[in-house]
């Protein structure tokens, strides 16, 4: 085996390495989580492609399909880039791989090659079924079918490229500037915001032209999205300029992406240098020194800040949307048919609203990567007089302080947008309040079940790690319960009866979770 | 000698790793006030995982582990306020200045203002980081780690130093600047333990060594005791070839 596939394989190796623990079950667990994550997306997307086929082929207008597609892998693929950026120059392991006697290309190549692993399979498994299914159903030629999955292979470049490129000026920023890492995630999180709003736009846009729309006119709608268009000209036709601006929107950014990449492959991540000697000799409580450093590893992890911040922005957001559309019309949007309810209750529209709400909680678990974060930190933690109840108090307040006022802001707005008593006001601040506590104390659990200390870099924990996604899994599944109960159960004692539901579930839950910690949890944290 | 004399007190220590492999077998060792004790041993002889349990990083199965009386298992929280310790690769908070950490360690401490600047302001001195202390952690190079986690050690006055190869990655001067604290400190009715390959250091420099072998503690005692009429090295190969 050549040095090149050496590298991409131990590359690989190190990712899958890099899930296992300290015992056995939980390598498999890890490993079968991941399959079942995949297998799910790949037959949730096949199942919405073949959908969408029959939609669009039906309406006369079978090309959308592959325009909707190419911008669902776009989504996620420049997602995929802005999340990877404060991340991209840093390879933890570069300097140990340079030292060997492989050429630099070979090294970088590697990299990058592992790196479209890593992104290839999700934007395949969104963009494949589109382009079969448009063959299949939609009448495409066997040139579109050929053409769409080779842009298919390609479409991985765009966040490697994305990512690389803005890494390196964001390196090259820190390095001119004392751009601490809180700097560099406020612009990275401005870009972002940026993206979502343009993405809503596009949305939007392309949802109302497209809506009832006689074919030709729909057609026109893709013209208006360049370079989107180029990309779906190259699949549906192949015609000779849409193919050299595709290809060059693909390989140009790329090319230059790898070349900034490679230039600074191996560098220190952060060479600012104050010589300022005046010093701060500013003492806290101890709870409080702690805290501080938790905020501070937060905001310094770009990753970690998008990771978590998503919940308490949604939140505002659907809180805003009910201020202003109200709720019927926002319910209806999610996709509840209300008119089947009958005459709806304002209980029922409550009940509705407020188990909404607890799902942005639910996404919010800054805890549960947050001791696998330690990394080789940890040390730090276990070596100095902290008990270990302080180091679970700063990590949950973290979560806490980035929920509750969110929280707050929410339950004020919609208590006094539906009109709701100065009780149901509390109860509801109660239910969200217990809920984002729980969420906190649970990540934490979780994080205690499954630690990973030996990452290359934070993107593995905050992103990729078992304990994040089954944090979440568990935290939606919880924020079901008193919905269900009340649907089962409780729909006699109207609002009330969720929120006296919720409270004791929660309360319940948030005990537990306590003790948990407080005993297992702090041998658990002990022995790590 | 009176009980409140033992700084560190390891007793019939066995420590075996999830995997089975018995890192450290039955050993035991006693350090004294004022006792500058040298740990040495080969690559993978024991003497980390014996420093990362006598400071309560490493949970063990048996013995018992005592600082100034406390023990490590019961009461490890008041242990860890008596002593400092320092790894072999200080991996310090890269998100943090120089000063934020050290400012972080002396509020765990509850080191005063006045306490903290002047001890700082003294160490940072010594090992010339004055200039680096508004710095990003991210951009130290491995020395400097190695001196701000070493300012951190001293800014709480404990009584017990505990160092993993402090002198690794040091450069001439701090490494001299180094070896003077250090018997200072143990002047002052301090203990420090620490491990080191530099045999030559070791023997200048400790009161006290201890040799491990795969575990176990094949010689213990003053360091003229141990030496005998040879060199340090010449026992410490004799005793380690021997199978």
């Known amino acids: 085996m050549n040095n090149f596939l050496l590298l991409v394989k131990t590359n690989c190796q190190i990712f899958w390495g890099s899930l296992k623990t300290r015992k056995k079950g939980r390598y498999a667990a890890s490993g079968g989580l991941m399959a079942v994550v995949l297998l799910f997306v790949g037959v949730s997307m096949s199942y919405q492609s073949i959908m969408q086929a029959q939609l669009f082929a039906e309406a006369g207008i079978p090309k959308i399909g592959i325009f909707m597609s190419l911008l669902s892998a776009l989504t996620i693929g420049i997602l995929f880039g802005l999340m990877r950026a404060a991340n991209a120059p840093g390879s933890r392991d570069a300097e140990m791989l340079l030292s060997l006697p492989v050429k630099r290309l070979t090294v970088v190549g590697s990299k990058i090659v592992t790196q479209y692993i890593f992104d290839a399979p999700l934007m395949l498994l969104i963009f494949?079924?589109?382009?079969?299914?448009y063959y299949v159903i939609g009448g495409g030629s066997i040139g579109a079918l050929l053409r769409g999955l080779l842009l298919a292979l390609l479409l991985p470049m765009i966040p490697i490229a994305l990512a690389y490129l803005i890494g390196a000026v964001l390196a090259i920023l820190q390095e001119k500037f004392k751009l601490t890492g809180i700097v560099t995630t406020s612009i990275l999180m401005v870009m972002f915001i940026g993206y979502m709003f343009i993405n809503i736009q596009s949305s939007s846009f392309l949802g109302s032209v497209t809506e009832g729309a006689d074919p030709a006119s729909a057609y026109t709608v893709i013209e208006k999205f360049a370079p989107l268009s180029w990309l779906t000209h190259f699949v549906l036709d192949g015609s000779l300029f849409p193919v050299i601006f595709s290809l060059l929107m693909l390989f140009v950014p790329f090319y230059l992406g790898v070349r900034l990449f490679a230039s600074r492959f191996g560098r220190p991540k952060n060479g600012y240098h104050s010589s300022s000697k005046i010093l701060s000799f500013v003492g806290r409580s101890?709870?409080?020194?702690?805290?501080d450093k938790e905020i501070k590893r937060y905001l310094s992890c770009s990753i970690y800040v998008f990771n978590t911040a998503f919940g308490p922005l949604l939140l505002l957001v659907l809180t805003a949307a009910f201020v202003i559309a109200g709720p019927e019309a926002v319910i209806s949007s999610m996709g509840l048919p209300m008119e089947e309810f009958g005459a709806v209750s304002n209980d029922l529209i409550l009940v509705i609203m407020a188990a909404a709400l607890c799902f942005f909680p639910a996404m919010t678990s800054t805890t549960a990567s947050s001791i696998s974060l330690e990394g080789k930190q940890l040390w730090i933690l276990k070596a100095h007089p902290i008990p270990t109840e302080d180091i679970f108090w700063a990590k949950s307040m973290v979560n806490i302080i980035l929920l509750v006022p969110a929280c707050i802001v929410s339950v004020l707005c919609i208590g006094i947008r539906m009109r709701m008593s100065a009780a149901e006001t509390l109860g509801l601040a109660a239910v969200l309040a217990l809920f984002g506590v729980f969420i906190s104390l649970l990540g934490l659990i979780v994080n205690l079940l499954f630690p990973r200390f030996d990452w290359d870099n934070e993107t593995q924990v905050v992103k990729q790690s078992m304990s994040v996604m089954l944090a979440m899994l568990a935290g939606f599944i919880t924020a079901c319960i008193p919905f269900v109960l009340y649907f089962v159960l409780l729909q006699g004692f109207g609002f009330a009866g969720f929120l006296t539901a919720g409270i004791l579930i929660f309360a319940l839950l948030t005990s537990g979770a306590f003790v948990f910690l407080k005993t297992k949890g702090k041998r658990m944290f002990e022995a790590l | 000698m009176a009980k409140e004399s033992f700084m560190l007190v390891i007793s019939h220590l066995t420590k075996t790793y999830a995997g089975g492999k018995t890192a450290v077998r039955d050993l035991s060792i006693t350090v004294e006030s004022g006792d500058l004790f040298g740990f040495i041993g080969q690559n993978?002889?024991?003497?980390?995982?014996?420093?990362?349990?006598?400071?309560?990083?490493?949970?063990?199965?048996?013995?018992?582990?005592?600082?100034?009386?406390?023990s490590v298992k019961k009461d490890p929280v008041t242990c860890k306020k008596l002593l400092a310790y320092l790894p072999d690769d200080p991996d310090l908070y890269d998100a943090l200045t120089g000063i934020q950490y050290l400012n972080f360690i002396a509020d765990i401490f509850r080191v005063s203002d006045a306490d903290r600047k002047e001890?700082?302001?003294?160490?940072?001195?010594?090992?010339?980081m004055e200039t680096s202390l508004n710095t990003p952690i991210s951009s130290y190079s491995h020395g400097m780690k190695q001196k701000l986690a070493l300012i951190s050690a001293f800014v709480h006055q404990p009584k017990l130093l505990i160092l993993d190869e402090p002198f690794v990655g040091l450069d001439p001067k701090a490494a001299f600047t180094l070896k003077t604290i250090m018997k200072e400190f143990c002047g002052e009715g301090n203990a420090i333990f620490f491990s080191t390959h530099v045999l030559e250091v070791a023997e200048k420099l400790c009161t006290k060594i201890a040799i491990i072998k795969n575990g176990e503690l094949i010689a213990c005692g003053a360091t003229d005791e141990v030496r005998g009429t040879q060199s340090l090295e010449e026992v410490f190969l004799e005793l380690t070839d021997n199978e």
């Open chain 2, 119 to 128: 001890r700082i302001n003294k160490y940072a001195r010594l090992l010339e």
């Open chain 1, 286 to 291: 101890p709870r409080r020194a702690l805290l």
């Open chain 1, 128 to 133: 494949v079924p589109a382009v079969i299914s």
């Open chain 2, 44 to 70: 993978g002889a024991g003497k980390t995982t014996t420093i990362k349990s006598a400071v309560g990083i490493l949970p063990f199965e048996s013995g018992e582990i005592t600082i100034d009386g406390h």
